[in-house]
């Protein structure tokens, strides 16, 4: 078991940026795949960044592609969310989401493929 705790959100008007914070619990953060999603209101939860266990591979959302940055401190249990020239489309709560059975190398990119998740934090960013 691993609980997710998110920061980082608020209110930045468009073209700022935002880095948000997921801290992990636990011993294993390193053998989890981490990943970021986003909700905004009457959407359904979509795949934002996942990077890989040793951070040998990432994959972003063709929307935030060029724009957001995924990282982590597996000595920090902590990944991270660095999100520049940020528009008002990317209002949403967003969630960090550990996987815990993905290989070294292995990426995931479906909301069913994770095992835990944060509380989340809301971004608003206005126009």
């Known amino acids: 078991q691993v609980q997710l705790v998110e920061s980082g959100g608020g209110l930045v008007q468009a073209g700022g940026s935002l880095r948000l914070s997921c801290a992990a619990s636990?011993?294993?953060?390193?053998?989890?795949?981490m990943g970021w999603f986003r909700q905004a209101p009457g959407k359904e939860r979509e795949f934002v960044a996942t990077?890989?266990?040793?951070?040998?591979?990432?994959r972003y959302a063709d929307s935030v592609k060029g724009r957001f940055t995924i990282s982590r401190d597996n000595a920090k249990n902590t990944v991270y969310l660095q999100m520049n020239s940020l528009k008002p489309e990317d209002t949403a709560v967003y969630y960090c989401?550990?996987?815990?059975?993905?290989?070294?190398?292995?990426?995931?990119?479906?909301?069913?493929?994770?095992?835990?998740w944060g509380q989340g934090t809301q971004v608003t960013v206005s126009s």
């Open positions: 990077i890989s266990r040793n951070s040998g591979r990432l």
């Open positions: 636990g011993r294993t953060f390193s053998s989890y795949a």
């Open positions: 989401a550990a996987d815990r059975t993905a290989l070294e190398f292995g990426v995931s990119v479906g909301v069913n493929e994770y095992d835990y």
